[in-house]
């Protein structure tokens, strides 16, 4: 039988915090990437294993490129993950990297409670419509769903909508353009997402790698 010493693995990452908050969790599993992704026009980078390559793809298509296959694995945040659904991706460890939360702002001016109290039908720009979707529905508020694809936060300064859905960390962009939290809708950390068919075909390979980025998350 053959062994699984030379299966060949695909991670795929984001540029940015992703990437840079996943290479040493990579490194206590043995794996240094040898090229840095802000400097290299490459989209395949090589590590010090011949048989692991990391490619770089946009944040949101993480899970697509896993659930094809065409990454074994990647790195991607919870509000990717619930906007994609999981669907053949196996999502074994929360990797407690770029934290931050999934929230409802509004213009410092504008009174949310009163215009929920109200059921007043509002206005939202998001990127995640299926979380905001969920979110509202949950709370019995009508809402347009205003579909943005970056710089949420222009849009209640410009009356494009009454609220946003975004990403929080330290709440410093809002501050700076006048817009207040009013929602904590959940928090936000990225997860390692396993191809289905890989777990299961490439186990033997992906174990080792999978427990020791397990182990260096929870340090
Ligand atoms: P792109 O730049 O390709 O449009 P993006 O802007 O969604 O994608 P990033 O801003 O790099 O990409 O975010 C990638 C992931 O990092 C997000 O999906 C989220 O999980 C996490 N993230 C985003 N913003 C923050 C933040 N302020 N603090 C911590 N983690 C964050
Ligand atoms: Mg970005």
Redesign the pocket.
């Known amino acids: 039988m053959t062994t699984q010493a030379n299966t060949k693995l695909t991670l795929a990452l984001?540029?940015?915090?992703?990437f840079e908050e996943t290479l040493p969790l990579l490194e206590a599993a043995g794996i240094v990437v040898t090229e840095n992704p802000e400097t290299s026009r490459k989209l395949i980078l090589p590590t010090n294993d011949p048989q692991v390559n990391v490619i770089i793809v946009?944040?949101?298509d993480v899970p697509t490129y896993v659930q094809y296959g065409a990454a074994d694995f990647g790195v991607?945040?919870?509000?990717?993950l619930h906007e994609h659904g999981g669907e053949g991706l196996y999502q074994p460890i929360d990797l407690n990297i770029?934290?931050?939360r999934m929230s409802v702002a509004v213009s410092a001016g504008f009174d949310y409670e009163n215009a929920v109290r109200q059921g007043a039908r509002l206005r939202v720009a998001t990127?995640y419509l299926l979380t905001a979707r969920e979110h509202f529905a949950a709370k019995g508020v009508h809402v347009d769903l205003i579909k943005l694809?970056?710089s949420m936060e222009l849009a209640p300064l410009v009356g494009l909508a009454d609220a946003i859905v975004d990403?929080?960390?330290?709440g410093s962009t809002l501050r700076a353009n006048n817009l207040v939290e009013v929602e904590h809708i959940m928090e936000?950390?990225?997860r390692l997402v396993v191809n289905q068919a890989a777990l299961k075909l490439k186990r033997e390979r992906l174990q080792p790698i999978l427990e020791a980025i397990q182990k260096a998350s929870n340090q």
């Open positions: 984001s540029k940015g915090r992703i946009r944040a949101s991607a945040g919870k509000d990717v770029a934290k931050c990127k694809y970056g990403l929080v960390s330290t936000i950390s990225s």
